[in-house]
């Protein structure tokens, strides 16, 4: 079991940044696999950007890559989503996600969720 609790949400002007953290707690986190997901309201729970368990590996949408970077710190069991150049279309209910570090990276088979924080984008 894999608790995550996400935080750093907020709302910012479009062209502007946020950091987003998540820290997972419970069974050795460091052996998990991390994501990002998002849904905005009427729309389908999407995939943002994942990291390995190591750290050493990433994958991104086509729709934040260049604008975002995801990092992994095992020592403090926490990941973190640094966003800029925030665009309105970003606005959404941001989701951590867990999956045992033996599955590959992907958008599919996440065990564990967080509770979401909210990112909100003015234009």
């Known amino acids: 079991q894999v608790l995550l609790v996400e935080s750093g949400g907020g709302s910012v002007q479009a062209g502007g940044s946020l950091r987003l953290s998540c820290a997972a707690s419970?069974?050795?986190?460091?052996?998990?696999?991390l994501g990002w997901f998002r849904q905005a309201p009427g729309k389908e729970r999407e995939f943002v950007a994942a990291i390995d368990w190591s750290g050493e590996t990433t994958e991104y949408a086509d729709s934040v890559k260049g604008r975002v970077i995801i990092s992994k710190n095992n020592a403090e069991n926490t990941m973190a989503l640094q966003m800029s150049s925030l665009k309105p279309e970003d606005t959404a209910v941001y989701y951590c996600?867990?999956?045992?570090?033996?599955?590959?990276?992907?958008?599919?088979?996440?065990?564990?969720w967080g509770q979401g924080t909210q990112v909100t984008v003015s234009s």
């Open positions: 996600a867990a999956k045992f570090r033996a599955f590959s990276l992907g958008h599919t088979g996440w065990t564990y």
């Open positions: 419970g069974q050795t986190p460091s052996n998990y696999n």
